[in-house]
């Protein structure tokens, strides 16, 4: 079949979701709504210091007392933030299983997801703790980190057992106050995961989480909290998946990174959560605060592919407080059918000779919409602060749209920032020369999309970057020919 | 090999060929000349099946098979090749990359592996010495900021290690400077073989006398007007379109 931007279209809106399914686990849930009640249930449920609880509390207030932002290019039902349950747990975890005891069910999930938690990540050299839901259920590796004394650990376990850590650095970086929905998370988070990197250590292999969202109507909040002490280093992976459901599913997510002195952090995640049906039903609603503070010389970067969600609000960012740190952001955002996404970054220059590079790429096809929205920030005392931005966009078909909002403060005289962007449409005629040389429109697409993308996909870790191409490929051409 | 009968072909209702007949044996090459806008590009389109034209009447057969329902990916695989007049940018895809994808994909559709890397390296190493083509060139994304010339070069690199069996030149001469022409048709000339076809479309003699046709038609409204020997070539070049123009005419 011949590519037409009609044919096209079509197709795209008739691809389904390739991992729709729902697999039966019994939970423990708690009813519905939010009060501080509940909040303090969470917390026993977790059987946490006094001090955790309070800090919890403080957040729900905050909470309370805010309204949701309505800034952001996208249109949706507000989630109903009573009618949500605030924890779910698979009854089968218990933190001192190993593998084989895992839920059988749970592997089949992990199996159809193409997640492995087997040998073969450890030959890839990947740590997994996986979380499903809202709690860790296996955790590898543990033991060849703790001789080079670094922790990695569900956050929760991390409460109890490196207290003085987490209280010092939790909400550092996205104080409880910050926006609504980390309010909301600093209030009711389940999980999440918890690594410290010692000084000067190089962390031998990519740490890697999973994200689930498993049980309907299940809000998910997570909490990471990654610290890498003075001139260490640390790549982690951060990939997740949800099951088809009807009903909107709330995500709102906090990431802190605390990147000391000389420290460098990669922080990749590869996001797939449900995106809604080809009416634009149901999907996983996606409201993640992520930030990033680097002291001097320290180095952040933010990787991002996603594909996922019905609509997705996220502005990873970095904070450049130390003298000549560096903050990057590389993302690709794929929008499909009624998808919507506000994404971008925001890079705060406070120390001097601090220097940021974004590189955004937005595909969209459908009837959905992408934005990116980038704050690049100098300020007064940040002499010699550079920063470069890259923002291009590639539309499939002509419902669907593709906007920047670039935003630049700048104030200091000696800051150099450039700004490009570019839009382009994928051709009839490129489509038809690799046609012509034998490749069909389903992967020729495939091949276009990966090549605009690889600036991108090229930041990402080898096992990482394959998936992600996978999922590139599946979430805009798996029906298309 | 290749036979048009009374092929008819329009685009948005406007009729641009008007009735080709042509037919090319294993073995020969074939030169299709004629003034701008006569059709020549479009003929080499829908002999690949792009499907921006509408085949209204006729048809083509290659080996014997009518290609009426054939995919122009199907097309490719069963050994039609285009060198296209203008190639397209295909921005952060190199060559090689594209080169593999095409090759393996035409491999699946025989229901063959996906050719050994060892033996792409060899065969990209060996296709590139043919056409004198710098090996960094091939990791650089397809045609994005290649000059006229080295557009054209790549395309027959491209039909090298695609070894097609009805390989369309179109204008393949146009923008080549005189060393890369005679590189380029020496390549075609190693790449020909009595199992294989050639159809060159260009607009001056002096390919020609790199690759020698067996036969020179002219396309003139959609039609071929006239066709002869590779002195008809010659004929044109010396007195211009005008004279076939005016005897069509009558
Ligand atoms: N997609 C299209 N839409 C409208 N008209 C077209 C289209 N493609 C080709 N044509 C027209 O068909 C006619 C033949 O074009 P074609 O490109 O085949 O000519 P050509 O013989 O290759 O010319 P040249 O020597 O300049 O390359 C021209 O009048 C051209 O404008
Ligand atoms: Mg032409």
Not at chain 1, 186 to 201: E, L, M, N, R
Request: proline letters at 3%.
């Amino acid at each position: 079949m011949a590519y037409t931007e009609e044919e096209l279209k079509k197709e795209l809106e008739t691809k389904e979701y390739e991992y729709g399914f729902y697999t039966d686990i019994e939970s423990d849930t708690f009813p519905v709504g939010l009060n501080e009640e509940i909040v303090i249930a969470i917390s026993k449920k977790k059987e946490e210091p006094e001090w955790m609880t309070q800090w919890r509390l403080e957040a729900f207030r905050i909470w309370e007392s805010m309204e949701e932002p309505t800034w952001a290019n996208v249109h949706y039902e507000k989630p109903d933030f009573q009618k949500i349950s605030y924890y779910s747990a698979p009854k089968s975890a218990d933190p001192n299983k190993t593998l084989d005891d895992v839920d059988p069910d749970l592997l089949e999930m992990y199996r159809k997801l193409g997640i492995s938690v087997d040998e073969q990540k450890k030959l890839q050299n990947v740590a997994v703790d996986i979380v499903v839901d809202s709690v860790s259920v296996a955790t590898t590796f543990k033991k060849t980190l703790a001789e080079k004394g670094i922790i990695f650990m569900p956050i929760s376990e991390a409460i109890k057992e490196h207290p003085e850590l987490v209280k010092k650095y939790i909400g550092s970086v996205v104080p409880q106050k910050d926006n609504f929905y980390a309010a909301l998370n600093s209030a009711v988070f389940t999980d999440g995961s918890f690594c410290y990197i010692p000084k000067g250590v190089r962390c031998p292999m990519e740490l890697s989480t999973y994200f689930r969202i498993n049980q309907a109507g299940t809000g998910q909040f997570e909490r990471t909290l990654l610290i890498a002490d003075e001139d260490s280093y640390v790549s982690y992976l951060e990939g997740c998946t949800a099951p088809s459901r009807d009903e909107n599913q709330l995500h709102a997510a906090v990431v802190e990174l605390i990147a000391l002195d000389g420290a460098e952090i990669k922080y990749s995640t590869v996001q797939n959560w449900f995106p809604g049906n080809s009416e634009g039903k149901g999907g996983v609603f996606n409201f993640v605060t992520k930030r990033a503070i680097c002291e001097k010389n320290a180095k952040v970067s933010w990787t991002q592919v996603e594909t996922g969600s019905a609509v997705t609000w996220k502005y990873p960012s970095c904070i450049l407080k130390g003298d000549n740190s560096i903050g990057e952001f590389y993302s690709i955002a794929v929008t499909n059918n009624y998808q919507q996404a506000d994404t971008g970054t925001k890079m705060i220059h406070l120390g001097k000779n601090t220097k940021s590079t974004i590189i955004s790429k937005g595909i969209s096809a459908g009837k959905s919409q992408n934005s990116y929205r980038g704050l690049v920030q100098i300020n007064s005392r940040a002499d010699g602060a550079r920063n470069f931005s890259q923002c291009d966009s590639l539309l499939m078909g002509n419902e669907c749209g593709a906007h920047t909002f670039p935003y630049i403060e700048a104030k200091n005289k000696t800051a150099m920032i450039e700004h490009e962007a570019t839009t382009s449409k994928i051709g009839e005629d490129q489509i038809f020369y690799c046609n012509q040389r034998g490749i069909d429109t389903e992967k020729a697409i495939a091949l276009i999309v990966n090549g605009f993308s690889k600036e991108v996909l090229n930041k990402l870790p080898m096992e990482f970057a394959v998936e992600a191409q996978k999922l590139l490929e599946i979430s805009l051409e798996g029906s298309v020919g | 090999m290749l036979k048009i009968k009374d092929l008819h072909a329009s685009v948005d209702d406007k009729e641009i060929l008007r009735g080709i007949n042509l037919e090319v044996k294993a073995g020969e090459v074939h030169a299709i000349m004629g003034p701008n806008g006569s059709g020549k590009s479009t003929l080499a389109s829908v002999i690949a099946g792009n499907e921006r034209f509408e085949v209204t009447q006729g048809s083509i057969e290659l080996s014997g098979e009518d290609l009426e329902e054939v995919s122009p990916e199907e097309r490719a695989h069963k050994g039609v090749f285009l060198s296209f007049q203008y190639p397209v940018e295909i921005p952060g895809v190199s060559v090689t990359n594209f080169m593999k994808t095409a090759i393996n994909e035409s491999r699946k559709a025989k229901g063959l592996e996906d050719m050994p890397a060892k033996d792409m390296l060899k065969l990209i190493r060996e296709k590139s010495e043919l056409l004198e083509i710098d090996r960094k060139f091939l990791s650089r994304s397809l045609n994005e900021g290649f000059s006229g010339g080295e557009k054209k070069r790549n395309e027959i690199f491209q039909m090298a290690m695609l070894e097609p069996k009805v390989a369309i030149l179109d204008e393949t001469d146009s923008g080549l400077d005189i060393d890369a022409l005679r590189i380029v048709a020496s390549g075609v000339n190693k790449l020909k073989s009595k199992d294989n076809a050639v159809i060159l479309i260009t607009h001056y003699q002096r390919l020609l006398e790199y690759i020698v046709p067996d036969f020179v038609h002219v396309l003139h409204n959609g039609k071929i007007v006239k066709s002869g020997g590779k002195e008809l070539a010659l004929e044109l070049e010396e007195k211009g379109y005008d004279w076939l123009k005016q005897e069509t005419a009558v």
